[in-house]
Nanobody, 124 residues
Framework: QVQLVESGGGLVQAGGSLRLSCAAS????????MGWFRQAPGKEREFVATIGWGGVATRYAESVKGRFTISRDNTKNTVFLQMSSLKPEDTAVYYCAASNLWDLRSESGWYNYWGQGTQVTVSS
């Protein structure tokens, strides 16, 4: 059974940083594309970033490019999202997701497995 467990969310002031982690189990981690999505209150879930198997290929939403960095450690079955220069509009529940289809896609339907999410709140 595949499990994705996010951690690292919290409350931070605008301009601050947070690092999210997502630990995976029950999946061949080095053979899945990993992604981060977020959902703010009253809004649809949106793509944030995705990373390929080897950790080299990445893709970002325009709204976070230059501020967020996605990475992975295949020896620890974990994907990370380093978030810097946070803004109040980054406030959302952040979800990690896994896809066993090779492509760096932004569509949520591309991903097979999802975590429960972790809350990130950025105060102004």
């Amino acid at each position: 059974q595949v499990q994705l467990v996010e951690s690292g969310g919290g409350l931070v002031q605008a301009g601050g940083s947070l690092r999210l982690s997502c630990a995976a189990s029950g999946v061949a981690f080095s053979r899945v594309v990993m992604g981060w999505f977020r959902q703010a209150p009253g809004k649809e879930r949106e793509f944030v970033a995705t990373i390929g198997w080897g950790g080299v290929a990445t893709r970002y939403a325009e709204s976070v490019k230059g501020r967020f960095t996605i990475s992975r450690d295949n020896t620890k079955n974990t994907v990370f999202l380093q978030m810097s220069s946070l803004k109040p509009e980054d406030t959302a529940v952040y979800y990690c997701a896994a896809s066993n289809l090779w492509d760096l896609r932004s569509e949520s339907g591309w991903y097979n497995y999802w975590g429960q999410g972790t809350q990130v709140t950025v105060s102004s």
